[in-house]
């Protein structure tokens, strides 16, 4: 006896139209970017303002010369996205692009093609929180709005690529998949060196918040093998370039009394409050409705940046917290901003229209009786 399909699964999107919905955001997503990023291309020049060490760095690895003076050591090892780019400037360096910089078009394709599938897997993260399609996507626009995005991410940094493995990380562990964790947090310290710390606090905050059901065989071995696999390529590519660790002051009584005013500081600084002024206001409302798990996961790796950053500003203070918070928790507070918006247009209601005033159905058929008229 044939059954007939019900109605959820005749709504139910196909494969095939499901790859080409998710085709068609990603584009959409590219698209966004490059009209964030296009300064680069000839109104912003970083290699030629004094503060820009890390652009200028990975603007000249781009172009192969690892070993040049502008190139800090310590960066040598992200080497990722400026290979992407590299591989990207031997196709656009022929073509006549006026007055666009061949190596910043080639470094924004890069940075913007990380940052698409970002904000792709932030939608795909909504999607799994059981949100619906509208939601997920105004989650992943409001993701690729914030400040960091144009002004960091896509202005001749590399942190699009820690954006995009730790995204891709939060979904993989939001379906289930651990095994996948393993070649993933490998490749993501090829993006970041920071990566190492941050999949380590988020496999732990993670398996943490899932409570004794997540920990079992499978669980436990794929994140000791992620992050022993993820030490030993982020060594070997240390080796491979001839680049170490970030140089930083060695603790001290004095040091230590210097981290609450610093990390105050941090957490007042302009960038901070320009990444976060309107994530954290609508996000933290609901919260609430994301998993446990995922919140775990996020927060302990932002935790973990807190640390490495406030750590490292002993050396030389500067105001970038915001960058590795917003690769961190910047997701989750994406989607939670994204939920209350939802529920606050939806309390809304239909809009009212003046008494008398045709509805848009009602106008159509006039207008389509008017011309089955005119062709009586």
Not at 41 to 55: F, Q, T, V
Not at 273 to 279: S, V
Not at 327 to 343: E, H, K, R, Y
Not at 351 to 363: K, L
Request: charged fraction near 15%; aromatic fraction near 10%; charge should be positive.
């Amino acid at each position: 006896m044939t059954q007939t399909p019900t109605a959820a699964e005749n709504l139910r999107p196909s494969g095939r139209s499901s790859v080409l919905a998710h085709c068609l955001l990603f584009g959409l997503f590219f698209l966004i970017c490059f009209g964030l990023g296009y300064p680069i291309l000839n109104r912003y020049k970083p290699r030629e303002i004094a503060g820009l060490i890390d652009s200028r760095s990975y603007l000249s690895m781009v172009e192969g010369r690892y070993y040049d003076p502008s190139v800090e050591p310590f960066h040598r090892n992200r080497v990722l996205v400026p290979t992407v780019a590299s591989a990207i400037l031997e196709v656009v360096r022929p073509l006549p692009l006026g007055t666009w910089n061949t190596t910043h078009l080639a470094m924004l394709l890069a940075s913007g093609l990380f940052m698409s599938g970002a904000a792709l897997l932030v939608f795909a993260l909504g999607r799994a929180e059981n949100l619906s399609g509208t939601t997920s996507l105004l989650a992943a626009l409001l993701y690729l709005c914030s400040f960091n995005v144009p002004n960091m991410h896509l202005a001749g940094m590399i942190e699009s690529g820690e954006a995009f493995f730790f995204c891709l990380l939060l979904f993989l562990l939001r379906k289930g998949w651990w095994l996948t964790a393993i070649p993933v947090v490998a490749m993501s310290v090829l993006a970041k060196n920071t990566m190492l710390v941050f999949s380590a606090a988020c496999l732990a905050g993670w398996l943490i918040a899932s409570g004794r059901k997540s920990w079992n065989v499978r669980n436990i071995v794929s994140t000791v093998l992620s992050l022993v696999l993820g030490w030993l390529v982020l060594n070997g590519i240390q080796i491979l370039t001839h680049s170490g660790a970030q140089p930083v002051s060695p603790l001290s009584g004095e040091s230590i009394k210097l981290v609450f005013t610093r990390g105050i500081t941090c957490f007042l600084s302009s960038s901070f409050i320009m990444e976060f002024w309107y994530l954290l206001p609508l996000g933290v409302w609901r919260l609430g409705r994301l998993s446990r798990p995922l919140l775990g996961g996020s927060f302990a790796a932002g935790f973990a940046a807190s640390a490495i950053f406030v750590y490292v500003a002993f050396r030389s203070f500067d105001q970038g917290i915001a960058r590795p918070l917003f690769d961190t928790i910047g997701p989750v507070l994406a989607i939670s901003s994204a939920i209350f918006l939802a529920d606050m247009l939806g309390r809304l209601g239909p809009h009212s229209r003046p008494a008398g005033e045709p509805t848009a159905d009602e106008r159509s058929a006039g207008g389509r009786s008017a011309g089955d008229g005119g062709h009586k």
